[in-house]
């Protein structure tokens, strides 16, 4: 097992900057914020790099730059950038997921993007690299996330927030020296979660594994005391209710009944212990409070994903609810064999913007249902197994979350004014 602080033992960044406090000035006098001019600007006729923030990744820093168009056809409706610019997703949640770069390999130098960025452009003091790392700190985001304005959905980073930030400013030398000691420890830092994220992978493989060898396949002849069942034949089936619009009024929530979505089944591995959003009176009134025991199962963005309440709770029609008969099926079992259909599930829900199956397709899913005495085996059986990877896939989540802390430790350390 590769852990974080096996990676990173130790920053050196302190005693890189020293003891020695260099002068710490407000941003917008070593950046331009929004410059509206090139320095050379294109004819019209020329090629330019053509951003989109899909082409900028999420806290690599790194800018896909192969797009171009005409400059005529980018220079009106679009945000204006050269290279050495630092630019800056400003719009919601692509500035929490830390879509900011230094814009380099522009074609001719020069390029057009997305309106949703702000583009700072350093002064002859200040390294594009240095402020780049100097936006990456979680508390810089935390603070731009508070400043935003707008309306849900659309929330975005005003210019103000910039003419409150202030930078510390070292020597030009000093600062290049800073940057190539936070990418030294940044590259230490992301091979470890490279490794990590690879155990995570084999995990899952191991997992789908372990589920789809307990299970017979669809249209494989039964054991004696088997039989095939249509899952809509085996309980209540029924999609989640939330018939107020809009969605996210407030009045619906903040009250004392539990009411769990789409991520929070993602997030549960089988099992919903927690919740982190509840509905009032109001919210109860146009939704429907399932008891615990119930499986979801949802049916849109994450499909097929499924978790047992274990406690009352409301939810949207984007997750299922499904009650056993008892006298037909166990719960657990019906959870267990639906993890082992998920592939086949997802693959029936249409390609479009946002993937969703409906209750027919969940209703008429067979199942092969074995006497009660050896559901109850067979779940033991699949939960031993998968216990050894619950506990190696918590040990990787907190050596993730770790070095996630570690990473800004070094920001935070380069930063120091």
């Known amino acids: 097992m590769t852990h974080a602080s096996d990676v990173v033992a130790s920053y050196t ?13 407000p941003l917008l006098e070593v950046a331009e914020l929004n410059p509206r001019k090139l320095s050379c600007p294109p004819a019209d006729d020329e090629m330019v790099s053509f951003v989109p923030m899909k082409a900028v990744e999420e806290e690599s820093g790194r800018i896909n730059t192969s797009e171009q168009r005409p400059w005529l056809a980018v220079r009106k409706g679009y945000t204006p950038f050269q290279n050495g610019d630092v630019i800056f997703a400003k719009i919601t949640p692509c500035m ?23 583009v700072l452009r350093p002064t002859e003091n200040l390294d594009s690299k240095y402020l780049l790392y100097f936006l ?80 017979p396949c669809v249209g494989e002849t039964l054991p004696a005391g088997w039989a095939w069942a249509y899952l809509s034949d085996l309980g209540e089936l029924s999609r989640g209710k939330s018939k107020h619009r809009p969605r996210d009024d407030p009045k619906l929530y903040g009250g004392t009944y539990p009411f769990i979505q789409t991520g929070d089944v993602k997030a549960s591995r089988g099992r919903i212990r927690e919740f982190t959003q509840t509905y009032s009176e109001m919210g109860l009134a146009q939704s429907r409070l399932w008891p615990a025991g119930t499986l979801c199962i ?88 998968l216990s050894v990877v619950d506990e190696l896939e918590t040990q990787v989540r907190v050596d993730l979350t770790r070095a996630e802390r570690l990473r800004q430790a070094c920001l935070s350390q380069a930063f120091q004014g």
């Open 13 to 25: 960044i302190e005693t890189l900057v020293g003891s020695k406090r260099y002068p710490v000035l």
């Open 96 to 118: 929490e997921n830390g879509k900011y770069a230094v814009a380099t390999g522009l074609i001719g130098g020069r390029a057009a993007g997305s309106t949703e960025f702000h």
């Open 136 to 215: 990456f700190r979680s508390d810089i985001r935390r603070n731009a996330r508070q400043s935003m304005r707008g309306a849900a959905g659309q929330l975005r980073v005003p210019t103000v927030f910039f003419e409150g930030l202030s930078i510390p400013v070292p020597p030009l030398d000093k600062q290049r020296r800073i940057v190539a000691e936070i990418e030294e420890q940044l590259s230490r830092l992301e091979a470890g979660v490279a490794a990590l994220k690879r155990v995570q992978a084999n995990l899952k493989r191991y997992t789908s594994s372990v589920i789809a060898s307990t299970f």
């Open 298 to 385: 949802t049916i849109a963005a994450n499909i097929a994903d499924t978790g047992i309440l274990e406690f009352d709770s409301c939810f949207p029609d984007s997750v299922v609810g499904f009650r056993a008969d008892s006298g037909l099926a166990l719960t657990q079992y019906i959870e267990r064999y639906l993890r082992s259909m998920k592939e086949h599930l997802d693959r029936l829900a249409p390609a479009t913007a946002q993937k969703n199956i409906n209750l027919e397709v969940l209703s008429k899913v067979q199942v092969p249902v074995p006497p009660p005495s050896i559901a109850q085996s067979m779940v033991e059986e699949v939960d031993r197994r």
